[in-house]
T-cell receptor
């Protein structure tokens, strides 16, 4: 079983809709929870990170972490065609200073 | 400020050939990483270097070697390429203690025939 599970999609939504992405994980030692965005044939770029449980908002993006359920989510409001990309969740624990990634969810926002 | 750069962008090798992938960062980061990305597998860590002069194995190190040449540069070497090493390779860097905030290069697409 993978430490981090993520539905590969693709997830297709109309422009302006809310995009909802999520990941589950099994290792309770993870402390930081990240979302990376990766455009086709590009490197991943960090969107946002959350420490421990709770919500974090950055513009149209909201990240949620529920450590009791080992479940994290990313919501994209008012989605735009430019949000079409693969979204990777990642988890971090200080011991080892390493990230563990989910497989990524491909998102397509149609005009 | 270029961030993380990788060379080459594309490479085709025959089975058994060797090559070195180069990575450099200009953010003065101490930690550097090499990942491979395969469809549906996400990014898997090959090797990492917590600081200049140190390297450690990641999740999938077999068939690879690394060199931390200096603080800026971290290279990945395939001594005898195999078709299973066909992948996209990414280099990343971060500051020590903030490994959750990694900055990635544009990647190298490698095909081994």
């Amino acid at each position: 079983q993978k430490e981090v599970e993520q539905d590969p999609g693709p997830l297709s939504v109309p422009e302006g809709a809310i995009v909802s992405l999520n990941c589950t994980y099994s290792n309770s030692a993870f402390q930081y929870f990240m979302w990376y965005r990766q455009y086709s044939r590009k490197g991943p770029e960090l969107l946002m990170y959350t420490y421990s449980s709770g919500n974090k908002e950055d513009g149209r993006f909201t990240a949620q972490v529920d450590k009791s359920s080992k479940y994290i989510s990313l919501f994209i409001r008012d989605s735009q065609p430019s949000d079409s990309a693969t979204y990777l969740c990642a988890m971090y624990k200080a011991a080892g200073n390493k990230l563990t990634f989910g497989g990524g969810t491909r998102v397509l926002v149609k005009p | 400020n270029a961030g993380v750069t990788q060379t080459p962008k594309f490479q085709v090798l025959k089975t058994g050939q060797s090559m070195t992938l180069q990575c450099a960062q200009d953010m003065n980061h101490n930690s550097m990483y090499w990942y491979r990305q395969d469809p549906g597998m996400g990014l898997r860590l090959i090797y990492y270097s917590a600081s200049e002069g140190t390297t450690d194995k990641g999740e999938v190190p077999n068939g690879y070697n690394v060199s931390r040449l200096n603080k800026r540069e971290f290279s990945l070497r395939l001594e005898s390429a195999a078709p299973s090493q066909t992948s996209v390779y990414f280099c990343a860097s971060s500051e020590v203690g903030t490994g959750y905030e990694q900055y990635f290069g544009p990647g190298t697409r490698l095909t081994v025939t």
